[in-house]
Structure formats: C-alpha cells, structure tokens
C-alpha cells in the first residue's frame, strides 16, 4: 500500500489548511487510517484517526480545531486544520491499517510540511 500526502504549506496562525493522503495498489480494505506529526526534537504523535465506520479521535491539542474525514470509495483521507497555531508546525505523516495480497500492514506516507507563522 503506498500513501501519498499533499495540501501541506506555510500559513499564518489562525489559517487553514487541508491536508490530504491517497492509498493506492491492491487493496482489499483499510480499517483505520489516520494523521501523526513530528516536530523537530519531538516524538511523531497521534494528531488524529478514523475507523472505516467514520469513528473518529483526536489529540486532545487539536480537538474543536481539526477534523478528519475518508472517502471510502477513493481510499483517501483528508485533515482539515483550522485556527492554526504555531505549536502545530510539524511534518505531518499519513498512516493507514490496510489489508492487500500480502497480508495486513502498517504503511506510512513520506510526510507533508506544515508551518505556521505567528
């Protein structure tokens, strides 16, 4: 399963921005799929998830701030970032729970940039 990230950028605080991450290859189903991020000198935390059903969770830093949503039909999952704030500056990395021919697996996108100026 490959994922592909786009929609990172510089923005000033309290901007937008829409993140999105297209899985592609031969994919029977993608459980969970969701949004981590790494800031320099900091561990990649959970930003946020959702379950094939739409069940969605959140860092609590980013809660009433983010929201995450999937196409099914189109493998895809998007993170709308919205009052951005300096703290949130990170590369941001899409991972999904995927099943293909060779089993279940763990993949991760290459990462997308996000900054956000005061």
């Known amino acids: 399963v490959r994922l592909v990230e786009s929609g990172g950028g510089l923005v000033q605080a309290g901007g937008s921005l829409r993140l999105s991450c297209a899985a592609s290859?031969?994919?029977?189903?993608?459980?969970?799929m969701g949004w981590y991020r790494q800031a320099p000198g900091k561990q990649r935390e959970l930003v946020a998830a959702i379950t094939s059903g739409g069940t969605a969770n959140y860092a609590d830093s980013v809660k009433g701030r983010f929201t995450i949503s999937r196409d099914n039909a189109k493998n895809t999952v998007y993170l709308q970032m919205n009052s951005l704030k300096p703290e949130d500056t990170a590369v941001y990395y899409c991972n999904s729970y995927a099943r293909s021919p060779m089993g279940f697996s763990d993949d991760w996108g290459q990462g997308t940039q996000v900054t956000v100026s005061s």
């Open positions: 290859g031969i994919i029977f189903s993608i459980n969970a």
